[in-house]
C-alpha cells in the first residue's frame, strides 16, 4: 500500500514570493492534516480536513495561508507571500477518522521549506 | 490552555530499558498516542491508550493514567536504532490532537 506523498521535498524561496506543497493521502483516508514542525517542537496544526471539509482551521493564518481539497483526496496548502519565520518542515498526515477509537495517522516525508 | 509535557532530553545505554514520561492538561480527554521520529523523518505511531492501564507491543509498552494526566513510554532492550524522538499526544474533547515537544533519546553503546 502507498503512503503519503508530498511534494516537493525541499524548497529554497525568497521572501515574499509565493510557495505551494501538494499532499497525495492514503487512499480510502478521510481525514487528511497538514502540519508545519520546527525543528526540537511537535507538530502543530494547521488545518485538518474531513473530505472536501476544513472541519479545524482555527490555527491557520489566513491573511497569508489558504488550503483545498478538491474531490476529498489530494490537497494543497499555499503561502503567499511567504515570511521568513515561515521556515521550517510541512507535514501532511492522514487518517481512517474514527471518533470513539484509536487514530493512528500516517505521515508524509514532509517539505523542507526555506525562506532567504 | 492545553499543555503537555515531556523531558526535552534523555540518554540511555543499549541493551537497557528506558521510560519516558508524559503528562498532560488539556480540556476532555479521546485517548493519548505515542509516536517516534527519526531526525528528518516523519512521525510513525507507535502506541494508543485510551483506558488506564498497560498496553504491550513487542519491546514497547505505554501506560496511562486519567486520573494523574500522565503516560510513560516504556521501551526494553534498547538498540540503537531506537535513537530518536519520542512525541506524546493527546485528543482532546474536541477530538483535535494536542502534541508535545518530544523527548529525544540518545542510545549510547
Known amino acids: 500500500e502507498a503512503g503519503v506523498v508530498q511534494s516537493p521535498r525541499y524548497k529554497i524561496i525568497e521572501k515574499k514570493q509565493p510557495v505551494a506543497f501538494w499532499c497525495n493521502p492514503i487512499s480510502g483516508h478521510n481525514t487528511l492534516y497538514w502540519y508545519l514542525q520546527n525543528l526540537g517542537q511537535g507538530p502543530e496544526l494547521l488545518i485538518r480536513y474531513e473530505n472536501e471539509e476544513a472541519v479545524d482551521d482555527s490555527q491557520l493564518p489566513k491573511d497569508r495561508f489558504s488550503a483545498e481539497r478538491l474531490k476529498g483526496v489530494d490537497s494543497t496548502l499555499k503561502i503567499q507571500p511567504a515570511e521568513l519565520g515561515d521556515s521550517a518542515v510541512y507535514l501532511c498526515?492522514?487518517?481512517?477518522?474514527?471518533?470513539?477509537?484509536?487514530?493512528?495517522?500516517?505521515f508524509g516525508p514532509g517539505t523542507r521549506l526555506t525562506v532567504l | 490552555g492545553q499543555n503537555i509535557d515531556q523531558p526535552t532530553e534523555m540518554t540511555a545505554t543499549e541493551g537497557a530499558i528506558v521510560q519516558i514520561n508524559c503528562t498532560y492538561q488539556?480540556?476532555?480527554?479521546?485517548?493519548l498516542s505515542w509516536y517516534q521520529q527519526h531526525a528528518g523523518e516523519a512521525p510513525t505511531f507507535l502506541s494508543y491508550n485510551v483506558l488506564d492501564g498497560l498496553e504491550e507491543k513487542g519491546r514497547f509498552s505505554s501506560f496511562l493514567s486519567r486520573s494523574k494526566g500522565y503516560s510513560y513510554l516504556l521501551l526494553k532492550e534498547l538498540q540503537m536504532k531506537d535513537s530518536a524522538s519520542y512525541l506524546c499526544a493527546v485528543r482532546d474533547s474536541n477530538y483535535q490532537l494536542i502534541w508535545g515537544a518530544g523527548t529525544k533519546l540518545i542510545i549510547k553503546p
Open positions: 488539556t480540556s476532555g480527554f479521546n485517548g
Open positions: 498526515a492522514s487518517s481512517l477518522a474514527r471518533r470513539g477509537g484509536r487514530d493512528e495517522q500516517f
